[in-house]
């Protein structure tokens, strides 16, 4: 066995290794679950780890029946605001699951990885 051989063992067992660690935090984000809101709580949207939306709630309080069309508008709004705080959720939560891992090799590189 040549010394080439070792590094290139190395190189499989850690992407191995990193391709487990992977899937694991893929799984945790698919079975994590964030809120969003919007309107003081008046829009709740909940979704996975990876973003998919999940459940969106509206308190019959933001339903203005004197004024349907204005309401429609404002909870419209109050939708995207809540759906998009709930992504931004899921996004921090996905750096804080994955980004250990790109850092693992070399900031997403190969840098840190033996023979590279």
Do not use: W
């Not at 809540?82 to 840098?111: C, M, N, W």
């Amino acid at each position: 066995m040549n010394p080439g051989d070792v590094n290139l063992q190395q190189l499989l067992e850690q992407a191995q290794l990193v391709q487990q660690q992977l899937a694991s935090a893929q799984q945790e984000l698919n079975d994590a679950q964030v809120e969003g809101t919007s309107g003081g709580g008046m829009v709740v949207a909940t979704v996975n780890g990876s973003g998919e939306l999940l459940e969106l709630t509206i308190d019959p309080k933001a339903i203005d029946p004197k004024d349907p069309e204005e309401t429609a508008e404002t909870i419209a709004d109050l939708v995207i605001a809540a759906v998009r705080d709930a992504v931004r959720a899921a996004a921090e939560l996905q750096q804080e699951k994955l980004g250990p891992l790109a850092q693992g090799l070399g900031g997403g590189g190969f840098g840190q990885l033996p023979g590279f």
